[in-house]
Each structure stands twice: as structure tokens, then as C-alpha cells.
């Protein structure tokens, strides 16, 4: 299974986008499915996670309140939606399915896609 993220850009601040993920297949050997972004010169972090059912959700501490994560299982497809936007949330943004329970480390999440860019400008 691979994942594809799409729907990044460029956007001024307290603007809002929407991002998309597809996978190539069902996922049925995954827990749900997360979000995590890497800007430049920085690790890669946990934005966001749902479960498949939709009804788990989590959020990293710098997008709780402004971004929203939704899931459609018959479609496997997910989205993340994005308000308020600054400037730090500048990154290239991935969608993974998790594979792992326990924390949010990208090291329990796999199906990685080659992510998509998203620019905020102030």
C-alpha cells in the first residue's frame, strides 16, 4: 500500500487549505491514519491521527484547534483540514498509515507517499 498526499500550496496567513490522502488499496492491517509534517532543517512531527471508524482523533499541541483530520474507510481515503494558518506550519506535509499502536512516532507508521508542500506566508 502507498499513500498519497496532494491538495499543499501557497497561502497567506489565517488562510485555510485542505489536504488530501489516497491509498492505493484497502488498509485493513492498519489501526488509522496520521499526519505528520517536516520543515526544513527539522525532524519530521505528529500532526494529526484518526482511526478508521473515525471515531479516535488526536492532534499534535501546535495544530489542536485550528486543524481537523477526517477519514472516509470505504473510500481509504483521508483529508486534513487546515485554518488559521501561519507561518510555521510551513512544511512538506505526509499522510502514513498506523501499523503500531503506542506513540506517534513515525517509526509506527509506514505506506508512506512522497508528501505534499505546503508555503504560509505572513
Known amino acids: 500500500v502507498q499513500l498519497q498526499a496532494s491538495g499543499g500550496g501557497s497561502v497567506q496567513a489565517g488562510g485555510s487549505l485542505r489536504l488530501s490522502c489516497v491509498a492505493s488499496?484497502?488498509?485493513?492491517?492498519?489501526?488509522?491514519l496520521g499526519w505528520f509534517r517536516q520543515a526544513p532543517g527539522k525532524e519530521r512531527e505528529f500532526v494529526a491521527l484518526i482511526s478508521w471508524s473515525g471515531s479516535s482523533t488526536d492532534y499534535g499541541d501546535s495544530v489542536k484547534g485550528r486543524f481537523t483530520i477526517s477519514v472516509d474507510n470505504a473510500k481509504s481515503t483521508g483529508s486534513l483540514q487546515m485554518n488559521s494558518l501561519k507561518p510555521e506550519d510551513t512544511a512538506v506535509y505526509y499522510c502514513?498509515?498506523?501499523?503500531?499502536?503506542?506513540?506517534?512516532?513515525?517509526?509506527?507508521?509506514?505506506?508512506w507517499g512522497p508528501g505534499t508542500e505546503l508555503t504560509v506566508s505572513s
Open positions: 502514513a498509515l498506523q501499523y503500531y499502536m503506542g506513540s506517534y512516532s513515525a517509526d509506527n507508521f509506514g505506506s
Open positions: 488499496r484497502r488498509t485493513f492491517i492498519s489501526y488509522g
